[in-house]
């Protein structure tokens, strides 16, 4: 999997510098990139001068080739249906801790008074309290139209992409099995925080600021490739 990323990166690289001058010499570029497949030493090289001289654009770029639409269809042949596959935003609301307002985060647009935080809900059952997401059909990729009791687990996952890139749709390839374990409709019982590189980060910050200030923290939180090594 690590060579295969390498070869990809340093063969999106000259495409990524060419394409808005040329569309040719960007599809040229791609006709000769076997010599990075072919030659690990040439393939290094460019892997270095990537991680040296490339700004966020280019990151963001090429973590956005998840995005692509070739990309995501072909995952639902690699990951398991779930019953409930639905995509929904939540306006979050301001909180008090020890008698003071902490407000929401604004929008970007000056039209958006908040930023409306977006949520995949990923369920091997459908459960009460889903209902009131008004599901469609598009949203369940089961048969199964049993309704089941809430569940006293929830799993919030929290995806990375550098908070620029990637989204819930990039990561589902390896969520979905997750989701036949930690089945989603609530009771609050038990809830487990995971994310990785930058998701580990901001379930971090969000588990330390519960603690700071006394408030329900996680059961248990889990990084993956994120500069923390602990579990909580």
């Known amino acids: ?41 040439q393939r290094a090289r460019k892997c270095a001068e990537i991680l040296r001289d ?67 809900l990923l369920s091997h059952e459908i459960r009460e309290g889903m209902d009131k997401l008004s599901l469609q059909r598009a949203d369940l990729e089961g048969s199964s139209k049993i309704l089941l009791a809430m569940s006293d687990q929830l799993l919030m996952r929290v995806h990375g992409g550098g908070f620029i890139a990637t989204s819930s749709a990039t990561h589902e390839v390896y969520l979905k099995p997750w989701a036949l374990d930690f089945k989603l409709g609530w009771t609050g019982k038990t809830i487990l925080f995971a994310g990785d590189s930058a998701g580990g980060n901001l379930i971090t910050v969000v588990t330390v600021k519960a603690i700071e200030a006394g408030l329900r923290k996680p059961d248990a939180i889990v990084y993956f490739y994120t500069p923390f090594f602990s579990v909580i």
Do not use: H
């Open 54 to 120: 490339r700004d966020y654009l280019f990151c963001q770029s090429f973590w956005n080739l998840l995005q692509r639409d070739s990309i995501k269809k072909g995952s639902r042949y690699i990951a398991p249906n779930v019953a409930v596959s639905k995509y929904f935003q939540v306006e979050p609301e301001p909180i008090e801790i020890n008698s003071i307002i902490v407000p929401p985060p604004t929008g970007l647009s000056t039209m958006q008074s908040k930023q409306l935080v977006n949520i995949k």
């Open 1 to 41: 999997m690590k060579i295969l990323l390498t070869i990809i990166l340093a063969s999106f690289a000259p495409y990524y510098q060419t394409y808005n001058r040329s569309k040719t010499a960007a599809a040229a570029s791609l006709a000769t990139s076997w010599k990075y497949f072919l030659f690990p030493e």
